[in-house]
C-alpha cells in the first residue's frame, strides 16, 4: 500500500547507513578519530552532568534526613556515639553542598562574605549575652516571619527582578540575624529567658547555631553577589 501523496509504500525499509562507506567519507582515518572524539566527549559532559544533578540531590536529601532526624528524634541527638556521627555526616552533606554553591562566586566574593559572616555572629553573639532583651519571646513572630519570606522568595521566583533579590538577601539575613540571637539566648537559659535548652540537648543546640551561620553565610554571600 502506497501512501497517499504517492510516495513510498509504508511498509518500506529504513536507509542504509553504511552507503557513505561508497564515497569513502569514513574510510579517512583522521575523519573517522574526530567523530569518536565527539561522540564521546559529548557522553562525559552527558554523564558528568548527570552525575551532578544526582550528587546535588543526594546532598539535599542527605541534608534535610538528618536534620529531621536529629530534630525530631531525641534518643539519637542524646546518645553517644550516635549523635555525633549523625551529626558528622550532616556537617560532611552540608559542607559538599556548600562547596558546590560557592563555584558559582568569585574567591573576593567568598572571602568577604567568609569575613562578613563571622563579623556578624561574633558581634549578635555578644549582643545576646549582654542584653536584657528576651528574643526567646519571639518564636511565633519569627515563625509568621519566616513563612511570610518563603511567600517573598516564590514572587521572586517568578518576577526574577535584582533589586527583589536585592531586597529578599537582605530581609534573609534580618531574619537569621535574629534567630541566631534567639538560639544563643535559649542556650543561655537564665531567670530572663522565657524559653531555654536542655543541657543534654547539646548536640541540637549546636546545629540551630550552625544552621543559622551557615543561612546567614548563604545570604550574604547573594547579597555581596548582587551588589558587585
Not at 501523496?5 to 583522521?30: C, E, I, S, V
Not at 552532568?49 to 534518643?75: H, P, R
Not at 567568609?114 to 511565633?140: E, H, I, P, R, Y
Request: glycine content about 8%; charged content about 10%; aromatic content about 14%.
Amino acid at each position: 500500500m502506497e501512501a497517499a501523496g504517492g510516495g513510498q509504500p509504508f511498509g518500506h525499509a529504513p536507509p542504509d547507513y553504511q552507503h557513505r562507506l561508497k564515497d569513502g567519507t569514513f574510510r579517512d582515518a583522521a575523519v573517522r578519530r574526530g567523530f569518536i572524539r565527539k561522540v564521546y566527549l559529548t557522553l562525559m559532559i552527558q554523564l558528568l552532568a548527570t552525575v551532578g544533578i544526582i550528587c546535588a540531590f543526594l546532598y539535599w536529601a542527605m541534608v534535610i534526613v538528618l536534620i529531621v532526624a536529629l530534630s525530631c528524634c531525641g534518643n539519637l541527638r542524646r546518645q553517644v556515639p550516635l549523635n555525633f556521627i549523625a551529626l558528622s555526616l550532616f556537617t560532611l552533606a552540608e559542607g559538599l553542598m556548600l562547596g558546590a554553591a560557592t563555584v558559582y562566586f568569585n574567591a573576593e566574593a567568598v572571602l568577604w562574605a567568609v569575613g562578613a559572616t563571622a563579623l556578624v555572629s561574633f558581634a549578635l553573639t555578644l549582643f545576646a549575652m549582654q542584653t536584657k532583651w528576651d528574643f526567646t519571646g519571639l518564636n511565633g513572630s519569627m515563625w509568621v516571619f519566616a513563612w511570610t519570606l518563603l511567600s517573598f522568595a516564590l514572587l521572586c521566583g517568578i518576577l526574577r527582578s535584582q533589586y527583589l533579590y536585592i531586597l529578599y538577601a537582605c530581609l534573609g539575613t534580618l531574619l537569621f540575624s535574629l534567630y541566631l540571637v534567639f538560639d544563643t539566648q535559649r542556650i543561655l537559659g537564665g531567670k530572663h529567658r522565657k524559653y531555654e535548652v536542655s543541657p543534654e540537648e547539646y548536640v541540637f543546640a549546636a546545629l540551630n547555631l550552625y544552621l543559622d551561620i551557615v543561612t546567614l553565610f548563604l545570604l550574604l554571600l547573594q547579597l555581596i553577589g548582587l551588589c558587585r
